[in-house]
């Protein structure tokens, strides 16, 4: 797991984590029962929600900006928002909003390898409210 958080001169803070999560999608998942896929999308939740919690300073939710970039094979655009929702759901929990919230924008990219798995997060926001 890889970590950082970067205050530009203009007020703006850049966080980022890294983590070696695989993303499933189950969207169209066939070779599980329900309760299993269930249970590995709690435990990704749970782990996300962990690691984002661990953040100093806490993000502003006036203007946050959520970049959430899965890495490994190609997903079309369904099975992408499918596999990265535990990872939205557990850092709205680890900010204490639904992920709905209208004050956050979430982006969700990926990028395509065939060796390496994983997820990284960045968040980007303005230490003064309103801004």
């Not at 797991?1 to 998942?29: D, F, H, V």
């Not at 962990?50 to 993000?59: A, E, F, S």
């Not at 959430?68 to 655009?77: F, S």
């Not at 990872?87 to 982006?107: H, P, Q």
């Amino acid at each position: 797991m890889t970590k950082w958080i970067i205050q530009n001169s203009n007020g703006e803070y850049s966080a980022g984590i890294r983590l070696p999560l695989y993303l499933p999608s189950t969207a169209n998942a066939r070779y599980a029962h329900w309760s299993q896929r269930n249970k590995i999308m709690r435990a990704i939740r749970a782990s996300t929600k962990c690691i984002t919690n661990t953040l100093h300073p806490r993000p502003q939710l006036d203007g946050l900006k959520v970049f959430i970039v899965r890495i490994g094979r190609e997903l079309d655009t369904d099975n992408l928002w499918t596999a990265c929702k535990p990872v939205r759901d557990g850092i709205a929990d680890s900010l204490g909003i639904n992920d709905r919230d209208k004050r956050v924008l979430w982006n969700v990219t990926q990028n395509v390898t065939q060796k390496q798995v994983g997820c990284m997060i960045q968040m980007n926001w303005y230490d003064r409210p309103g801004v």
